[in-house]
Nanobody, 121 residues
Framework: QVQLVESGGGLVQAGGSLRLSCAAS????????MGWYRQGPGTQRDLVAV???????NYADSVKGRFTISRDNAKNTVYLQMNSLKPEDTAVYYC???????????????WGKGTLVTVSS
């Protein structure tokens, strides 16, 4: 079994910063892309940022220049540094990763349970 556990969410004032972490554990042979998604009240789950196994990154236009995604492959962990937060960033943030449980298995998508980020104005 593979688990993704997010941490670091909370309440912050507009203009503030938070750092989210997501650690993968369990039967892991390899991890390719890791990413963060978010879902606000009454909205769909949207991509925030993604980082490949080689370290290439991609961001939603709404967070470019404010958020930074990074990963520590030795710890099977992905981070999201969020600066200059805005009330519209309020959402549940979910971690996603493509994980292979063995050298012969496919990469399967796994999701964390989410961590709530609330930005007050």
């Amino acid at each position: 079994q593979v688990q993704l556990v997010e941490s670091g969410g909370g309440l912050v004032q507009a203009g503030g910063s938070l750092r989210l972490s997501c650690a993968a554990s369990g039967s892991i042979f390899s991890i390719n892309a890791m990413g963060w998604y978010r879902q606000g009240p009454g909205t769909q789950r949207d991509l925030v940022a993604v980082i490949t196994g080689g370290g290439s990154t991609n961001y939603a236009d709404s967070v470019k220049g404010r958020f930074t995604i990074s990963r520590d492959n030795a710890k099977n962990t992905v981070y999201l540094q969020m600066n200059s937060l805005k009330p519209e960033d309020t959402a549940v943030y979910y971690c996603n990763a493509g994980i292979a449980g063995s050298g012969y298995g496919p990469y399967m998508p796994y999701w964390g349970k989410g961590t709530l980020v609330t930005v007050s104005s």
